[in-house]
């Protein structure tokens, strides 16, 4: 022992080769080992919740910059990174992600696309809101501007899962969470996508409440357009239920006596109120010209279109609005069709009876009253009686044999009056007209039957 | 220290086979000794670094060169050992036999 003691004092010049071979590991190894150490840093770290994570090796020294969501997490982090094999200092650069107070999330609708905004409480559950979005509206982009924060609030997930499920009924708009509290605005894609949405919203989890509920129905269209050239009448867009529907229907088949109704409507609830009440009117209006449209786009009514005569045009823009009820609006834009060349008497006797062969003056039940389905048909015989004014015309009332027949002779009196008076206001001269009552006295059916009787309940007019 | 011997097992042979070769030739070399003084100061500045090392007083990049350099040492100190303790077998049996005829 001794000597070797005595001769490790001639050890030191081996030192030279070691240290140029020190040299060489030095230049050779420093790079890789730093690569392996960073490698098995982040393997380390791959359980870890984190977000902008960064490792940075300076020889064994490993610098981890993290932003962590909780401090259990950010401890968890370094002490991982601290166990990992080969390192030998950690550099604690984590912190903790921010607290967001109040905590803020949006889904924002607009044409092409939807963009989540605001915060999230966790990268994973960023990424599920976002793929939540993307399987609820295929083919729309989502743009994903979240940030990440702490201070969500409990069942934070749910809540806006439960929105997102909701953005495919807005055409545009914005729900936002904002603590506990949830606030929309926007336009609902289609009518009921507003009540459907606040129908949802009960589901929110517990600690959610609708601070705001702004979002709006699309506008509750009615439409009717009467086509001279295919004798139709095409009604489309929405009613608010089948009883409504059928009242349209029948309404529309018995003011426009010569068209064929076709019915294009869908049963759609958020009508505005008085909507039949409203609508009933306007078709008589529009069963008035010899062409037109009518719009009813919420409380708005436009009618637009030839009326047949100078009368009946200032009839409808002054009578509709006073027909519809209070609150809504009329907007009438009527011109007056050019008038049709004059005919002999023959002729305008030959039109009466084409006219009055395809529907009858239909008066109120047992009185003289002249029924309002009928409007579009006494403006049709005015229009004939303009083109043959030298013509004298016998407007002659018939009834059925129900009753008394005194009775029945004045009401058909009155009846032909009724007419008459009719066509004196369209602006015909009085003395044109001579009207007629015979009672029951002139049946052209049998009176044993329903149908027989309203055959006979009828006004003729003949031309002398 | 098992993940460095592990990395730089290579070198670490490397410096365990010149500790064997300077043992071997240490036992008949006749360069004059280190002085007392000198072993005396490498002692300290060994132990400095040992400390330093141990400390990790070093960051970065010269930490761990000095860590490496350090761990070198070891099997160079190893094999001079060795090489020594072999060469003096070798040495002294030549001498019996030289002695003995």
């Known amino acids: 022992m001794r000597g070797l003691l005595r001769w490790s004092g001639k050890w030191w010049p081996g030192v030279i080769p070691l240290i140029v071979l020190w040299g060489f ?37 490993v610098s981890l910059r993290a932003d962590a969501f909780s401090e259990a997490g950010r401890r968890d982090a370094v002490a991982a990174v601290d166990a990992v094999a ?171 006596f ?108 047992g009185r003289s009253d002249l029924d309002r389905d009928s409007t579009g048909l006494l403006d049709r015989l005015v229009e004939i009686a303009f083109r043959c004014p030298a013509a004298t015309v016998d407007i002659i009332g018939h009834t059925d044999a129900d009753g008394d027949a005194a009775a029945n002779q004045v009401l058909s009196q009155k009846r032909a009056q009724a007419v008459a008076d009719y066509l004196v206001r369209a602006g015909l001269p009085a003395d044109r007209f001579t009207p007629i009552g015979y009672g029951s006295t002139q049946p052209i059916a049998s009176n044993d039957t329903g149908e027989g009787r309203a055959q006979n309940r009828r006004i003729e007019f003949l031309v002398r | 220290m098992a993940y460095l011997v592990a990395f730089h097992w290579g070198w670490l042979a490397g410096a365990f086979a010149i500790g064997l070769a300077m043992g071997w030739v240490a036992v008949v070399h006749r360069a004059p000794g280190v002085s007392r003084l000198l072993t005396w100061l490498m002692a300290a500045l060994a132990v400095g670094l040992v400390a330093a090392a141990v400390a990790c007083w070093i960051p970065g990049r010269a930490g761990y060169w000095l860590e490496l350099l350090l761990i070198l040492f070891v099997p160079y100190l190893v094999g001079c050992g060795i090489g020594t303790w072999l060469r003096a077998m070798v040495v002294m049996r030549s001498m019996r036999q030289r002695s003995a005829s």
């Open chain 1, 258 to 365: 010569n068209e064929k109704v076709v019915d294009n409507l869908k049963n759609s609830v958020g009508a505005p109120v008085n909507f039949v009440n409203a609508v009933v009117p306007a078709l008589g209006a529009l069963s008035r010209l010899s062409t037109g449209t009518l719009v009813v786009s919420d409380r708005d009514i436009k009618i637009s279109g030839d009326a047949l005569y100078d009368a009946a045009a200032a009839q409808i823009r002054t009578g509709l609005a006073k027909d519809v009820p209070q609150g809504w609006q009329v907007k009438a834009d009527i011109t007056v069709k050019p008038a049709a060349a004059p005919v002999d008497p023959t002729v305008c006797q030959q039109l009466f009876s084409d006219v009055l062969g395809k529907a009858k003056i239909r008066f109120e039940t």
């Open chain 1, 25 to 61: 590991a030095a230049w050779t190894s420093t790079v890789p080992l730093e690569n392996d150490l960073a490698s098995r840093s982040s393997a380390a770290l791959r359980g870890s919740v984190l977000d902008r994570t960064s490792i940075t090796v300076d020889g064994r020294d």
């Open chain 1, 86 to 256: 080969g390192v030998r200092l950690v550099n604690d650069q984590t912190r903790l992600v921010p607290e967001a107070k109040p905590f803020v999330w949006s889904a924002e609708r607009d044409v092409v696309r939807v963009t989540l905004g605001g915060n999230a409480p966790l990268p994973a559950l960023k990424g599920r809101l976002v793929e939540a979005t993307r399987a609820a509206l295929p083919g729309v982009e989502v743009a994903d501007q979240m940030g990440l924060a702490r201070g969500a609030p409990s069942r934070f997930e749910d809540a806006a899962l439960l929105l997102i499920g909701q953005t495919g009924k807005l055409k545009d708009g914005k729900f936002t969470i904002s603590d506990g509290d949830v606030t929309l605005t926007g336009m609902a894609r289609e009518l009921g996508g507003r009540e459907a949405i606040a129908a949802a919203l009960g589901k929110l989890p517990d600690g959610f409440k609708v601070a705001s509920n702004e979002v709006k129905a699309p506008p509750y269209i009615f439409q009717a357009y009467k086509d001279p050239v295919a004798v139709t009448v095409t009604l489309s867009g929405n009613v608010p239920d089948e009883n409504i529907h059928a009242v349209v229907v029948g309404s529309s088949s018995r003011k426009f």
